[in-house]
Every structure is written in structure tokens, then in C-alpha cells.
């Protein structure tokens, strides 16, 4: 698929298949959620551009590389939070919008509740982060209000993923990046991924 990099690497299968397991209680699976997000950290900044500096060494005068541009994360709330911690452990300097959005489960379309953007959007790589893309409702209205407020260069970063969501997301914004660290088999009549996590915000939050 054009514009998805699905992650592998036995770190992720392993933690991956600790997640599914619906015994595992609200700790492990906020710790499991940080360790991932680490891992797709350095998955979806692989392609960031970078720009060449000059650094004082110990011994010499040498040159380097740094990302040339600002990093944005914006989680979509409120299960996207539990991927923050992970990100900045590897970009602490990293600025942070938010995006509120919950999916009508009548409809499955999405609701918006909260915005909170940085300025500047236009000149930063973008990150939105959510565990699971499932129906893609939500991440496509999400990208739709970035790129409304001058967003351009965006990656959207899951943990897991819906065929149905990817699709849907591609459709509508093919310039977008998805990251993630596994494409699951299929949605359920309720919109739920299978095998899935079940439900990513209520079990980060210990609300199931």
C-alpha cells in the first residue's frame, strides 16, 4: 500500500501480542502503549528532513546533522495521549496540539469537542497520534482540520489499523504518511478492529 509503512520487528510483535490479551490490566497495557510509541517513533521520523551543522568535538571542529524542521504532535483525545510520553522520551523539544474527537456510535462519524493547535503548522513535521485507526472517521476529519490550518507535511502514527480505515484515509488524503505497528485483519459491524485491542482510550484510562 502507497503511504503506509507497517513496522516490524520482534520488539513490536511481542508487545503487540501482550496487548490483545484483555487479562492484562490498566498499567501494563499505558506501559505496553509507551514502549510501542517509542519503537514508532523512530519508525515515522525515518523520513524527516534534515540539515547540516556545525559541531565544537572534544578534539576538533566537525559537521552533523540535525532535523531541520519543528516537530508537532498532536494526539487525537483522548486515547491518542497515551502515545505522548513515548514520543517525547525521544523529541523532548517537540510542541503539542490536541484534538478532541469522539465516533457517534449510531453513525460512526465523528463528533469534534476540543481543538487546540500551535501555531505555524505550515513549517513543522506533523505527527498525529492515535492507537487505532479503525473506521478512519475520525483521523480523516483530523487531517481535514490541520491541513485547514496550514498543515502540510503530516504522518498519522497508530498502533493498530483497519484495511477499512487505511483505505479510507488514502482516499481522502493520499499525501498523508501511516505509520503503524500492525494492519489488522477487518472491522466489525460495530466498527471495532479485529483481532484489535478492544477499546484502546477506555483501557489506557481504566474505564472498561
Not at 523512530?42 to 534534515?50: D, G, P, R, Y
Not at 465523528?110 to 503548522?121: S, T
Not at 466498527?191 to 477506555?202: E, R, V
Given at each position: 500500500?502507497?503511504?503506509?509503512?507497517?513496522?516490524?520487528?520482534p520488539l513490536i510483535h511481542d508487545k503487540i501480542s501482550k496487548l490483545r490479551d484483555k487479562k492484562i490490566g490498566t498499567q501494563q497495557f499505558r506501559q505496553l502503549i509507551q514502549?510501542?510509541?517509542?519503537?514508532?517513533?523512530?519508525?515515522?521520523?525515518?523520513?524527516?528532513?534534515?540539515k547540516k551543522v556545525i559541531v565544537n568535538g572534544h578534539f576538533e571542529i566537525?559537521?552533523?546533522?540535525?532535523?531541520?524542521r519543528d516537530i508537532i504532535l498532536i494526539p487525537i483525545l483522548r486515547a491518542g495521549l497515551g502515545m505522548i510520553d513515548g514520543f517525547l522520551k525521544l523529541i523532548p523539544n517537540a510542541r503539542i496540539g490536541y484534538l478532541g474527537v469522539y465516533r457517534n456510535e449510531k453513525t460512526l462519524e465523528?463528533?469534534?469537542?476540543?481543538?487546540?493547535?500551535?501555531?505555524?503548522?505550515?513549517?513543522s513535521e506533523i505527527f498525529v497520534l492515535d492507537p487505532m485507526l479503525a473506521t478512519g472517521g475520525s483521523a480523516v476529519y483530523c487531517l481535514s482540520l490541520i491541513k485547514k490550518y496550514g498543515g502540510g507535511n503530516i504522518s498519522l502514527v497508530t498502533v493498530v489499523a483497519a484495511p477499512e480505515g487505511i483505505e479510507r484515509v488514502q482516499q481522502n488524503h493520499p499525501d498523508v504518511t501511516i505509520v503503524t505497528a500492525s494492519i489488522d485483519r477487518e472491522l466489525n459491524e460495530q466498527?471495532?478492529?479485529?483481532?484489535?485491542?478492544?477499546?484502546?482510550?477506555?483501557?489506557?484510562?481504566?474505564?472498561?
Open positions: 500500500m502507497k503511504n503506509v509503512h507497517a513496522a516490524n520487528h514502549e510501542l510509541s517509542i519503537i514508532l517513533a523512530v519508525e515515522s521520523t525515518a523520513q524527516c528532513l534534515l566537525t559537521t552533523g546533522q540535525q532535523i531541520s465523528p463528533v469534534a469537542y476540543y481543538k487546540n493547535l500551535p501555531p505555524k503548522l505550515e513549517d466498527g471495532y478492529i479485529l483481532p484489535g485491542l478492544g477499546d484502546a482510550g477506555d483501557r489506557l484510562n481504566g474505564t472498561c
